[in-house]
């Protein structure tokens, strides 16, 4: 009988060091149990609506963790799966969280500067001069840079436009900007292949982003002047900051 119990105690041992240890066996215990990773009972979460749960929050094909090496796997953290490492004692967490982008919309000789694109995605279609923010850079700073860099430009920030969220398969948080020229010429830079300063009836077919072409469209309809005017959609939402009339 002692026996028995030595085994059964043993048993249990193993049992908690497998839960604690191995990720894939606490996941399969737990939706024997009826119990999720997180330890909610399965079927339920704090979401207001259980029938839409928020997608992943990872965009990235990341395999191993950045401090150990160990290899990433896919868990609940803080309500969202999310790639974290795999290794015990190791709390590295992928957040992906979405990367910043600069947008300025210019205006010259009565039309909106774009440019032609030259490296994927998208090359050879037009889209909005702009790029990513770099660390430590004000967004209002990094939409001027990268218009001297695209357009030979110098130009002064006049307004806040909008801020679009993550859209179109996507992963950045697009803030745009509008800006006057005041110094510089139109030059193309090394990252375009061709640029131009268009009108409304006069812009190119090849919009390379959907959620650019909502911009521009939203630009000529506001005329300079956001303030009142619908946001371009609800599929990329846009925070209507104008700072004209304020």
């Not at 995605?121 to 004000?138: D, K």
């Not at 830079?189 to 061709?194: C, T």
């Not at 005329?223 to 846009?238: H, M, V, Y």
């Amino acid at each position: 009988m002692a026996m028995f119990f030595c085994i059964v105690a043993f048993a249990c041992v193993a049992l908690a060091i497998a839960l604690a240890c191995v990720p894939p066996f606490r996941r399969f215990v737990g939706r024997l149990l009826g119990f999720s990773v997180s330890g909610q009972p399965s079927g339920q979460s704090n979401h207001a609506d259980d029938s839409t749960p928020p997608p992943p929050a990872h965009f990235s094909g990341w395999s191993f963790c950045p401090l150990c090496a160990s290899r990433l796997e896919s868990r609940e953290v803080c309500e969202r799966q999310r790639l974290a490492c795999s290794a015990r004692g190791c709390r590295y967490v992928h957040w992906d969280n979405p990367k910043p982008v600069a947008l300025c919309l210019v205006e010259v000789d009565g039309g909106l500067v774009l440019t032609r694109r030259k490296f994927p995605p998208r090359v050879g279609t037009w889209c909005i001069p702009g790029g990513f923010v770099e660390a430590h850079e004000a967004p209002d700073a990094a939409a001027k840079r990268e218009t001297w860099e695209e357009t030979g430009l110098l130009v002064e920030i006049t307004s806040l436009l909008g801020v679009y969220s993550p859209c179109q398969g996507g992963n950045e948080m697009v803030i745009v900007f509008g800006a006057r020229p005041v110094g510089g010429a139109l030059k193309k830079g090394d990252e375009v292949l061709e640029l131009g300063a268009f009108k409304q009836a006069d812009l190119p077919a090849d919009i390379g982003f959907p959620q650019h072409l909502e911009i521009i469209q939203y630009w000529f309809k506001a005329d300079f002047k956001p303030t009142g005017i619908d946001p371009p959609s609800n599929r990329c939402e846009s925070l209507d900051s104008s700072i004209e009339g304020k």
